[in-house]
């Protein structure tokens, strides 16, 4: 089934960028809705960026302008540009996929990956 292993996590200081990466086990065009989802501690987790079917992005507020969800469908990997670092963007970062639809529940997750940033 559906693997997902995200990379690219890590320190930086505010104001700085990280390019986060999730390499899928399967072609994810043809099907999958894909995204990034953060968990910070104390935190319920909150969707970040999805990206669907057709390849269109939807961001969550606190992110537009600055991340970036974009694909190498090639490689079947997904990557999130994160600019503008702020320090409430300090979470754990996991992508995941989905092949029932980009609302609701996502079935398939990866381990995730840590971001953290210093003010």
């Known amino acids: 089934q559906m693997q997902l292993v995200e990379s690219g996590g890590g320190s930086v200081q505010s104001g700085g960028s990280l390019t986060l990466s999730c390499v899928a086990s399967l072609r994810t065009r043809g099907g999958y809705c894909l995204g990034w989802f953060r968990q910070a501690p104390g935190k319920e987790r909150e969707g970040v960026a999805v990206?669907?079917?057709?390849?269109?992005?939807s961001y969550a507020d606190s992110v537009k302008g600055r991340f970036t969800i974009s694909q190498d469908a090639a490689k079947n990997t997904l990557y999130l540009q994160m600019n503008s670092l702020k320090p409430e963007d300090t979470a754990m970062y996991s992508c995941?996929?989905?092949?029932?639809?980009?609302?609701?529940?996502?079935?398939?997750w990866g381990q995730g990956t840590q971001v953290t940033v210093s003010s």
């Open positions: 990206m669907d079917i057709n390849g269109t992005p």
């Open positions: 995941a996929a989905s092949n029932s639809g980009c609302s609701g529940e996502f079935p398939y």
